[in-house]
């Protein structure tokens, strides 16, 4: 049902575990204790996406990809008033990609692999 503000209580379920989602997936790419099997399988998720002969999925694939190698900068109030289901907003050019790979712990060994 909706609560007073007219949110809808599932919404919001399931915005809560796109967040614990987001927050795990960002953990584990963001950490040098992570292994570099579960980093690279991680991007690996992301950049079979990118090929997708579906628009929307290449797009959700960039929001995904986007969020989870940026560095973590908003405050947990931000980030629960945002819903995983708006338009998607893509950044406005490649270079998020660029700055914010490149500084994962470990990309350099992802990569060569």
Known sequence: ???IFGTDKTKRKKNKKHQQLLA???D???SSST??????EVLDYFLQRLASVQA???Q????GLSSVVASVTKSPEMVEDESMDTDIKLPESGD???EHMPSLP???EVKDS
């Open 1 to 3: 049902g909706e609560d």
């Open 24 to 26: 795990r997936l960002q």
């Open 28 to 30: 584990l790419v963001h």
């Open 35 to 40: 292994e570099s099997k579960t980093m690279k």
């Open 56 to 58: 929307s999925t290449r």
């Open 60 to 63: 959700q694939a960039v929001k």
């Open 96 to 98: 998020w990609l660029l």
């Open 106 to 108: 470990l990309f350099h």
